[in-house]
């Protein structure tokens, strides 16, 4: 070893803390099912509200490898990725972008169905299943808990994704996610980080705007 | 002759087996219904008491529901309604074969939503808001006990 490589940073400190917290409560959020901790599971449903709420305002105001306009590419520049011949990639790849906003919708659209979901003796009830009768929550109740099969399978492929990645590119993608750095490239481009205030900012309008929405409506 | 004597007996053992089998179906699917509208008339009551001024109209017609019923529950359970009838019902064995504690379960009910009921007529918003966890209690009690889980 001729010393470590000079690395740089390509995670901002947000985009790696809502990652890991998914990470944790998503099978959270399946265990509390299992368990019949429906209590646990609506508290937890909500902060993951406030979560996905959180990085979709990041992706307007943070960090540029945060930023949708910084990964949200085209289907050419897609296409040209798979061919091999996009160049250098820094920060999520152009298919990686598409699989981040589908991954958000994805999650977004299973919290929604449990916020108006009950259970069969409406005694565990959505924060929001009052706007709707007793035959329509559990419909979404059903939805909910079919949904979590799509949930399951974006999950499936993102770690699909990643082995691949390790294994056939040499490439690995979970360190970075935790440190922050990933070794420099050559073309010499790094995080072009976000002003710090942003981070309580961002994380308060996100507590705001959960609120407003379980409370308030 | 023999045969047709044979025959006729079968058919009739077989009659009387899907006509004993029959009567529980019904009855089943009747319970069913009631246990969905109590569960109903109770999200309908959490959906007023959620907000800050609680519509006591749309409130009492659910707790008197949600009383009757708490004084037919015990009725619904004739013997043979269980999983024996061959219909999908999640009743356990266990009402039947230990029929006082679920007399018992069944008393707690009746208590907890005359008590709801009672505050309902009154218009006493605290009061209802005071009795709603023993009747959440009771159903929820009872589930655990004489219930079989849904999948």
Redesign the interface.
Known sequence: MSGAAPKVRIWDLPVRLFHWSIVLIVPAMWATHELDRMDLHILLGQILLGLVLFRLIWGLIGGSTARFSGFVRGPRAVARYLRGRGGPIFGHNPLGGWSVLLMLLVLLTQIGLGLFASDEDALYEGPLSHLVSYDSARTLAHRHETFFYVLLALIAVHIAAILYHRLVRRDDLITPMVTGRRAAGEDGRALAPAPLWRFPLAAALAAGATLAIVQLL | MKHILLGAAALAAVATAAYAGRPAAPVIQARQANY?QM??A???I??QL??GSPDLAAIRPRAALLANYGVQVLRWFPHGSGPEAGVTTRARPEIWSDWPGFERAGARLLVAARAVNRAARAGDVAALRAAMPAL?QA??AC?DDYRAP?H
């Open positions: 969905k569960a109903a109770m999200k309908g959490n959906d959620r907000g959440r159903c929820s589930h849904e």
